[in-house]
Each structure stands twice: as structure tokens, then as C-alpha cells.
């Protein structure tokens, strides 16, 4: 199979970072992404974080993690770990929830290209520069996300089916099933996600907080089309203490305002708003049953099925239907390490993990 167009920059950039050289100093007109880090109270899981950061194989980047008002102490977890390198800083800031925090980090950004990596979730050495070369290749697209692969709080992978093919990924796409999944997994250009406002803080006034990055990517695919990489180069964290599992009411509300909002600014097609709340009520649903919130459940169910008796058409929902029993019947076993992940060659990419 032909190589990949830019891997061998790819390549290159990565046999430097593994060589062990020091990070070099980024002028800052030369820094090609900016990176933002929201965090709060995420002493826990944000050293994982910035190791994968630091691991990227494309190094004209700058980070600035901003400290939403923790109540408790993350210098001693972060100071180590950016001590020798000035592309790092923090900024402290009165909490004001994830989107604010998201948009300090914007403000901040002289960069053409922006990427938020949420403070327990990790980047393959390779996002920034396949997504980067995607979004040079595509002149048009406001941003490039990849696929994410699923990890619980000791790193460990949690087993799931993966895409036999690429998902539709403009706005009907993405309204029918927000394949981009978190706001970890992509990377913007700057003056779009400017010209769109950023990220919605009204919705946490509204009670409404953990869709933001979900309203923002509609927002911007409304105007042109993403390009989405086909390749799991991020990895989110499933934990019982994320915003979507352990708080499932106040997601639902969320991804629902932004439904209801969007219908104000756009023409949404309402056979896929029916497929979003399909597939948004799928996703939360465990998280219910394991509440015991069983009317909710059967509320859910009803307007998933019932309601919307037509689901089957769209081929991302029969997909996705399929993906999710296909994982639950695999994730029975003992979980692998994401440290031990190998790719071709017997590549470890997360190895920086141990």
C-alpha cells in the first residue's frame, strides 16, 4: 500500500521526538498550533495528559493550560513536567466552566490552528501533524477531527468495535451522530472558530453545560464541511465521574438546548434531528440504568424507537447500533494497557504512558 501523503514528515518528526532531543524553543510568529488544556481539580489525570502532548511528533506548537478555579492543588503534578519547556505556561482563572475555560485558551491563540485536549484525555504522537496536513490539504474545511479510541481511569483500553468505513461527516452527518465524540479530537482553524463565537458559555447559565464543542462543530459545519481523518489518533476517557456518565440528565439537556438553539440559526432537516436524539438517548441510556432511572429509561426508549420509527435508514445509526453490542460482547476479558497498544512494526505508541 502506497505511504499516506506527509507521512514521511510524519516519520521524521517522530524519529526526533524518540531520538530523546530536547524540545526546541517555538518562536512564537512560527507556532503552528496552539493548544489549550482546560482544567479543574484534574491533578489525577492531567500529567497524562501534557506526556502526551509533549510526545507529539509535530513540535511548533504552544500550550497553555488554564487552571478553571481548582479547589485543589495540580502545581506539583504539572510544575515537573513543563519545568524545561517554555512552549508550557498557566493561567489561572475564577471557575467558569469548561467553555470559558476553553475560550481563555483561544484568547490566547496567535496560531492558525487551535486544538482543546480536555485534562483526562490523551493524543497519539501523531494527532496534531496528521490533523494539521489534513486541514493544509483541505483549504476549506474549518476543522479535521480523527476517530477516538475509549479508556478508563488506569489507562486501560476499553474494547470497541471500529468503523468499517468513513462516516458522512458534514452537517447531516454530524447531526445525526456526532462522530467527532469529544472535544479532544479535533483540531480548528483559528479565525473559523473565532468567526463562530467559540464555545457557548450561555449554556452552563442555562444549566445546560457538555455539549458546547458538539454546538460549535455543527455551527461551523453549517458553513463548510470538516475533514475528518480515518485513523483513532485520540483517546477518550469513559469514566463515572465524566459530565456525560455521571451526570446523564444534565447532558441529555444540554445536547437538546443545542438542538433547540441551532433550529433558531439554521435550517436543520428534521428526519436527522430525530436520529440526533436518537442517538444521543443510546449513549446516555447505561448511565441512566445504572442510576435506576428506569422511567427515564422508558422515555428514552419510546421516543428513540417509537417516536422515530424510521432510524434504520441512516446508515450511521445502524452502524453504531451494531458497534455498541459488538463492544459490549467484547469488553469481558481483561482490558490491555493503552501503554501496550501496538501498531504496525510493533510501534508503541502510548508508551510514554508508562
Not at 502526551?52 to 488554564?66: E, N, P
Not at 476517530?147 to 486501560?156: F, G, K, M, W, Y
Request: overall charge positive.
Amino acid at each position: 500500500m502506497p505511504p499516506r501523503p506527509g507521512r514521511g514528515r510524519v516519520a521524521k518528526r517522530r524519529a526526533a521526538r524518540l531520538d530523546g532531543a530536547a524540545p526546541r524553543e517555538v518562536p512564537l510568529a512560527m507556532t503552528r498550533v496552539h493548544v489549550t488544556v482546560p482544567a479543574y481539580n484534574a491533578a489525577w489525570s492531567i500529567g497524562d495528559t501534557l506526556r502526551s502532548i509533549r510526545a507529539q511528533s509535530l513540535t511548533d506548537y504552544r500550550v497553555t493550560v488554564v487552571d478553571d478555579g481548582s479547589t485543589e492543588e495540580m502545581g506539583p503534578v504539572i510544575a515537573p513536567l513543563i519545568a524545561d519547556d517554555e512552549r508550557f505556561r498557566v493561567i489561572r482563572q475564577a471557575n467558569g466552566g469548561l467553555a470559558a475555560a476553553r475560550n481563555r485558551g483561544l484568547a490566547e491563540a496567535t496560531a492558525p490552528y487551535a486544538a482543546f485536549v480536555d485534562s483526562d484525555d490523551l493524543w497519539h504522537p501523531d494527532f496534531l501533524a496528521r490533523l494539521v496536513e489534513a486541514l493544509e490539504a483541505r483549504r476549506d474545511a474549518p476543522f479535521a477531527y480523527c476517530h477516538s479510541l475509549r479508556v478508563d481511569e488506569a489507562n486501560r483500553l476499553i474494547p470497541g468495535a471500529r468503523w468499517s468505513y468513513v462516516p458522512r461527516h458534514d452537517l447531516r452527518g454530524l447531526l445525526t451522530l456526532n462522530t467527532v465524540g469529544s472535544g479532544s479530537a479535533a483540531v480548528y482553524r483559528t479565525e473559523a472558530i473565532r468567526a463562530a463565537g467559540g464555545y457557548d458559555t450561555s449554556l452552563r447559565e442555562r444549566g445546560a453545560e457538555g455539549a458546547e464543542d458538539w454546538k460549535l462543530n455543527l455551527r461551523l459545519a453549517a458553513r463548510a464541511s470538516p475533514v475528518l481523518v480515518p485513523e483513532y489518533l485520540a483517546a477518550y476517557r469513559l469514566v463515572a465521574r465524566s459530565m456525560s456518565q455521571g451526570h446523564p440528565a444534565r447532558q441529555l439537556r444540554a445536547g437538546r438546548t443545542v438542538l433547540e438553539d441551532l433550529a433558531r440559526e439554521i435550517d436543520l432537516p428534521p428526519e436527522e434531528v430525530r436520529h440526533a436524539r436518537t442517538a444521543m438517548n443510546g449513549w446516555l441510556l447505561e448511565a441512566f440504568l445504572r442510576r435506576r432511572e428506569f422511567g427515564t429509561v422508558a422515555a428514552l426508549l419510546v421516543e428513540s424507537y417509537l417516536r422515530n420509527p424510521l432510524w434504520f435508514r441512516a446508515r450511521e445509526l445502524r452502524s453504531i447500533h451494531a458497534m455498541k453490542v459488538r463492544s459490549r460482547l467484547a469488553d469481558r476479558g481483561e482490558r490491555m494497557h493503552l501503554a501496550d497498544l501496538e501498531e504496525a512494526e510493533g510501534r508503541r505508541p502510548f508508551a510514554f504512558l508508562r
